[in-house]
């Protein structure tokens, strides 16, 4: 029984003590919810369904559970249930019900886990977005990792997601760029606001083989060709390396299309529909202090020039045109004052700040080596880039390190512990149980034990205290995977592999020989515990998946 169908048979049990006793019907809520106790002995699930309702229907909650009880234990698969504190509901599964779940997963297969919860959501998810004038730097790595990993959080419980990678080929930024790779060329040392390492050199040689005629145009026009030429190397390197990460987004985003397009005037023309802009020293301003800013914004300058600012509302209002209803921007450490500037525009067209958009900001990264933090890329010469990571780890531990923590808490990747093969190492510990259930279904098909059909499944014989165990803690990981969308938390995802799937399977296996010993005879027991072993690999694998990292079938 999962703890969904368990939800409904207290639900059913409320109905039928409200009918029996008169009692409106009205206030019973349309679900409900049970939980694992902390405490095993409290039983295998909980419930406060009586304390929910007993103000609504003015019945003293512990009368209300009592009567919840009595009915909930003739219910099919319930064992027992006890009344604890003001009235909670202790309940027990007896082995058969509890057990039946090993074969819902195992027939749901990649299925298993996923919801409609946020179903009828349309989202954009926008992550990474680095500029193109150098290789993508760990702050960036990390929002590729759990960007990813939340995407596919978000479209495992229904919502239909449009992830975005934003890049900007104009503005001050990309001048220094290609200015960069113009003295490059000639040999000169780069410009004191531009960009070094070895990228720039490697750019800077490839631009003149594809545009030989570069060398005797002037350096205008020259800085001009390595400017298109450099953005679009540079752009195609970005795209190559989060694509070896494993990461591919729905929409590249071109800032210079909402300037061809007319996208900026757009928006300029919305805002002032709205009533929200005003003409100051010849510039056009955004009153965001209306709604929270500490300044208002200036959107075009007095020498007609528009801000970052102001493509930042043409890009917004763009994704909100193309029917997204829900804006998901992920940003590092460095722009937390963002927030209130970009939720004052949002209000500004008229929408909901709180609703239609919303803002993560993720914090630094360090990536350690013999305890001390690494400083700089042997390529990129200023910061540590995806390749540096994944050329010291792999890309399975280093998606799995990132996505591991809370994105708002800095965190420190220690070489040694992410590449060592031992327990100690997270992403180790659970691609092992991983393996090794894949390996006992290999090993048992070899003595001849399968599962066999469901229907001869005996879910009654997983009785053993470490079977219950394991089975509960795969019966969370639908609850894990919708609140981890919900929150956009994808490191629940990990910490409930780590802590609760493989430290459950561990303790099973030790104490629950699957396969026979030498020449015993293969029982039903055997092939309940082979079913069991098997939904262990379907949650691990489900869950690896859904944080971008594999489920190897050998270690």
């Not at 293969?522 to 859904?546: C, F, K, M, P």
Request: contains cysteine; charged residues 25%.
């Amino acid at each position: 029984m999962t703890p969904a169908e368990l939800a409904s048979v207290v639900l059913a049990a409320a109905h039928a003590v409200f009918e029996q006793r008169g009692l409106d019907r009205a206030a019973l809520p349309a679900s409900t919810v049970v939980e694992r106790p902390r405490n095993p002995e409290h039983g295998d699930y909980a419930s406060t369904l009586a304390l929910q309702l007993s103000k609504k229907v003015g019945v003293p909650p512990r009368e209300l559970a009592t009567a919840l009880a009595d009915e909930l234990g003739r219910a099919a698969g319930v064992k027992s249930v006890e009344i604890a504190g003001p009235g909670f509901l202790n309940i027990r599964l007896d082995a058969a019900a509890a057990g039946q779940l090993a074969r819902v997963i195992v027939e749901a297969g990649a299925e298993y886990g996923r919801s409609d919860r946020l179903a009828g959501e349309k989202i954009n998810l926008e992550f990474v977005s680095a500029n193109p004038t150098g290789p993508v730097h760990i702050g960036g790595v990390r929002w590729a990792a759990v960007g990813d990993a939340l995407s596919r959080l978000l479209r495992a419980t229904g919502a239909e997601v449009g992830t975005e990678y934003y890049f900007n080929d104009a503005g001050s930024q990309i001048d220094r760029f290609a200015r960069s790779l113009l003295a490059a060329a000639k040999g000169e040392p780069a410009p004191e606001d531009g960009y070094g390492g070895a990228y720039i050199a490697e750019i800077a040689t490839e631009v003149q083989t594809r545009r030989p005629e570069v060398r005797s145009l002037d350096d205008d026009a020259a800085q001009e060709v390595f400017r298109v030429e450099g953005v679009a190397l540079m752009f195609d390197e970005i795209r190559s390396s989060l694509r070896d990460f494993g990461v591919e987004f729905d929409t590249y985003f071109n800032e210079k299309d909402l300037h061809d397009r007319g996208e900026l005037d757009l928006a300029l023309a919305r805002l002032r529909q709205q009533g929200h802009l005003y003409e100051s020293e010849g510039a056009t301003w955004l009153r965001t202090t209306d709604f929270g800013d500490d300044k208002d914004r200036v959107l075009r300058k007095s020498n007609g020039e528009w801000t970052y600012f102001a493509a930042d509302c043409a890009y917004y209002l763009d994704k909100r045109e193309r029917g997204f209803e829900r804006v998901v921007i992920m940003l590092g450490a460095d722009h937390h004052g963002y927030i209130g500037r970009m939720k004052a525009m949002a209000a500004c067209f008229g929408d909901d700040p709180e609703r239609n958009l919303e803002i993560l900001i993720g914090q630094l990264v360090n990536l350690l080596r013999d305890g001390a933090p690494m400083r700089m890329s042997k390529r990129a010469g200023t910061v540590i880039t995806l390749e540096d990571l994944v050329d010291a780890i792999g890309v399975d531990a280093a998606r799995y390190a990132l996505a591991r923590y809370s994105s708002d808490s800095p965190i420190d990747i220690d070489i040694e512990l992410w590449t060592r093969a031992t327990r100690d190492n997270p992403v180790y510990y659970v691609q092992y149980v991983a393996a090794r259930t894949a390996g006992v279904a290999r090993n048992a098909a070899e003595v001849g034990l399968v599962p066999g059909d469901a229907d001869a499944f005996r879910p009654e014989l997983l009785e053993h205290e470490k079977e219950n165990e394991l089975l509960k803690a795969l019966a969370e990981f639908p609850a894990v995977v919708a609140t981890a969308a919900e929150l956009r938390e994808p490191h629940r995802v990990a910490r409930y592999l780590e802590e609760s799937v493989a430290a459950s399977y561990h303790r099973f296996y030790d104490n629950c020989r699957v396969l026979p010993l030498g020449d015993e005879e293969i029982t039903d027991l055997h092939r309940a515990r082979l079913w069991l072993n098997n939904a262990t690999r379907t949650v691990i694998a489900n869950g690896l998946y859904l944080l971008g990292v594999s489920a190897p079938e050998r270690m």
